[in-house]
């Protein structure tokens, strides 16, 4: 496997190894017009009385956005009405509720948050005792997310803590940058072997959350994923070049737009009446 943590793009050795993702040709650019599209979003008139119904909204499509990604594409009637019955879509529900109350926990125990969001998702898809556990082998199942096998778990523990350090490490970089990382390692090393794809982007939108850019978590930017070529994306990233990985974070502040643009739109719904 070739990722951002380990070669070839030799970040290792640099104090601030988003920094240099962040300045990749398109990035800058990128997350610039994402920014802008979130800070128009929270000007939006509806936000002053009704951000957590928005949020509350936004939540149920990005975790409906989440599981069709999976294969589980359900109507959002059907998911209002609770008669969704999908292992797969009931794991994406409960890991997208459980997002406000893992915030802290994820600054400072990235490590439970994971577990935490892995014992939500995989239920009905993993056995209870290897809920929230990293395999220890190289068994993968019931997850369609582009991930690679290969990993051996004495391997995956240190590629995992590398990415804890990241999360730790105080960067400058912007929180697209740190997000679009979270969501490709988690995706692509697979830590549980099933419900990675749906945990990986949970995760993405608790960064985004936590570290600053949407702070209210309006944004589906799981349906900016699912409206994009994600697994285009992804396989860019596993090639590990300057180009992939920039390619990977280019498509996230797509993503986050596009997702934005969804949010806008329920604003607009309740605007309406």
């Known amino acids: 496997m070739r990722c951002v943590i380990g070669p070839p793009l030799e970040l290792n050795a640099v104090s601030d190894p988003l920094v240099v993702i962040a300045a990749l040709p398109g990035v800058p650019e990128a997350?610039?017009?994402a920014r802008q599209a979130v800070d128009r979003l929270y000007r939006h008139r509806v936000l002053r009385r009704a951000s957590p119904a928005v949020s509350a909204e936004s939540s149920l499509r990005g975790?409906?956005?989440s599981a069709a990604l999976e294969g589980s594409d359900v109507a959002l009637d059907v998911l209002r009405q609770g008669q969704a019955s999908d292992p797969?879509?009931?794991g994406a529900l409960r890991a997208s509720a459980a997002l406000g109350a893992l915030g802290p926990v994820w600054r400072k125990t990235p490590r439970q948050a994971l577990a935490r969001l892995h014992t939500l998702a995989a239920v009905?898809?993993?056995?209870?005792s290897s809920l929230g556990r990293p395999r220890t082998d190289g068994s993968l199942s019931g997850d369609?997310?582009?991930g690679d096998s290969s990993t051996a778990a004495a391997d995956l523990a240190a590629r995992m803590d590398g990415l804890f350090g990241l999360l730790g490490s105080g960067t400058k970089a912007p929180a697209i940058v740190l997000a679009a990382v979270v969501h490709a390692e988690l995706a692509v090393l697979r830590p549980f072997g099933t419900a990675d794809g749906v945990v990986a982007r949970a995760a993405e939108r608790l960064t985004l959350v936590e570290y600053g850019l949407?702070?209210?978590?309006l944004v589906a930017?799981?349906?900016?994923h699912l409206e994009s070529p994600y697994a285009d994306a992804l396989a860019a990233y596993l090639t590990g070049t300057p180009e992939g990985v920039a390619q990977w974070v280019r498509h996230c502040a797509a993503a986050v737009s596009l997702g934005v643009r969804e949010a806008t739109a329920i604003c607009e719904a309740m605007q309406r009446g």
């Open 31 to 33: 997350v610039d017009e």
């Open 63 to 65: 975790a409906r956005a």
């Open 88 to 90: 797969v879509v009931q």
């Open 124 to 128: 009905g898809l993993a056995d209870e």
């Open 144 to 146: 369609s997310s582009s």
């Open 214 to 217: 949407d702070p209210k978590s």
């Open 221 to 224: 930017v799981e349906l900016g």
